[in-house]
């Protein structure tokens, strides 16, 4: 299965700046996506990152905020805007082969807003 | 929205007892998955069920399809603190998560 590294790990932000956050994978694949999960809970989906084109933005998700950036087959970002206390989170970046097919997912970044 | 409601949503039990996780929908689903997550890492895939009624076994855990494609279970025999974890059932095009189980296993 590939192998997904996601950069940073952790970091501790002030409020209003941003954070871009890195997912590199070993592999090319077909899809990547970012999930945002708060501790102990399960996973909601931000958005499908597509290669050469605008993500594709869940329900209560919007690119001002949240943009995406997916130049190659291997490799994304998600940058977190004007961050706020509110945005504090585990951010999780998971790739898959299809649609529908499992997904293999990275360590996550943990972002806490002061 | 196809949502994925797990059961029990927390469960802490004695090392060597028997558990079963409930994951149920009222939509049908051509796939679920089962994964689990340790604290400070990603999810990890357990196994995929892809026909109805279908059952499958990992060591001390069995998966079970519903005969309708509607819901799942995961059972775990003689629990060891290793399997302690946040259990999620995942399905659907858009990657529908389940509300989750936290599981603890006391030794």
């Known amino acids: 299965s590939a192998v997904i590294s996601q950069k940073p790990s952790r970091d501790i932000c002030q409020r209003g700046t941003s954070l871009t956050i890195q997912c590199q994978v070993d592999?090319?694949?077909?899809?990547m996506f970012w999930y945002r999960q708060q501790p102990g809970q399960s996973l909601t989906l931000i958005a499908t990152?597509?290669?050469?084109?605008?993500?594709?933005?869940e329900s209560g998700f919007v690119i001002d905020k949240f943009p995406i950036s997916r130049p190659n087959l291997t490799f994304s970002t998600l940058t977190v805007s004007n961050m706020s206390p509110e945005d504090s989170s585990i951010y999780l970046c998971s790739v898959a082969g299809a649609v529908g097919q499992p997904q293999h997912f990275g360590d996550g970044t943990r972002l806490s807003i002061l | 929205t196809q949502l994925l409601e797990q059961s029990p949503q927390f469960l802490s039990i004695q090392e060597g007892e028997n558990l079963t996780v409930y994951c149920n929908s009222s939509s049908v689903f051509s796939s679920l998955q089962w994964y689990r997550q340790e604290p400070g890492e990603g999810p990890v895939l357990l196994v995929t069920v892809v026909t109805g009624g279908e059952v499958k076994k990992l060591k001390r855990l069995t998966f079970q399809f519903g005969d309708a494609r509607k819901d799942s279970s995961l059972h775990i025999t003689a629990a060891q603190p290793g399997d302690t974890g946040l259990y999620l059932c995942a399905g659907g095009i858009q990657f529908y998560f389940g509300t989750g189980t936290s599981l603890t296993v006391i030794p």
């Open positions: 990152a597509n290669q050469g084109s605008e993500a594709t933005y």
């Open positions: 592999s090319q694949v077909t899809m």
